[in-house]
């Protein structure tokens, strides 16, 4: 289980709420930090629903992935729209959920969009998912399940 979300609620796409143990243990978890007010982040969206669909949905064994969306949103509203509009089929911690002023100190996010790859236990693989997304497209999540020392399924 990603400790880093343990004993919190995060939301699906379709607005239910999910148990963090059940759909992100054994996984390697990329955290979104990002808000549809900026320019970078609705260009690196479709990037990231791309390399999400191919990775998860389309391979033969879904790939030990998840995306949790932690929102820059000026409101509740333009989460859920910028959510709802452009995001994959990936979870979202609750925009009321003050959590995420101690997610982006945990990883020192500055500036979104930004993309941090991290074990089960929360600590980072990469700061630069974006990037690696970019240059390396699906190769760089081998590298990311290697670092993550979990068990593997992956066969890609």
């Not at 989460?79 to 994959?88: F, K, L, N, S, T």
């Amino acid at each position: 289980m990603v400790e880093v979300f343990s004993g919190r609620t995060l939301l699906n796409k379709d607005g239910e709420f999910v148990d963090p143990e059940e759909v992100l243990r054994n996984k390697v978890v990329g955290i979104y930090f990002s808000a549809g007010w900026c320019p970078p982040c609705r260009d690196f969206t479709p990037v990231l629903c791309d390399f999400y669909t191919e990775l998860v949905e389309e391979s033969e064994t879904s790939a030990q992935f998840e995306i949790v969306f932690i929102s820059s949103d000026k409101s509740l509203d333009d989460m859920v729209e910028y959510y709802h509009d452009m995001h994959g089929d990936w979870l979202a911690l609750p925009w009321s959920d003050d959590y995420k002023h101690e997610l982006k100190q945990r990883y020192k996010i500055t500036a979104v969009p930004k993309l941090v790859i991290v074990k089960e236990n929360g600590d980072v693989i990469t700061d630069k998912g974006r990037k690696q997304i970019r240059d390396r497209g699906l190769a760089c999540f081998r590298s990311w399940l290697d670092a993550a020392e979990i068990f593997q399924n992956f066969k890609g």
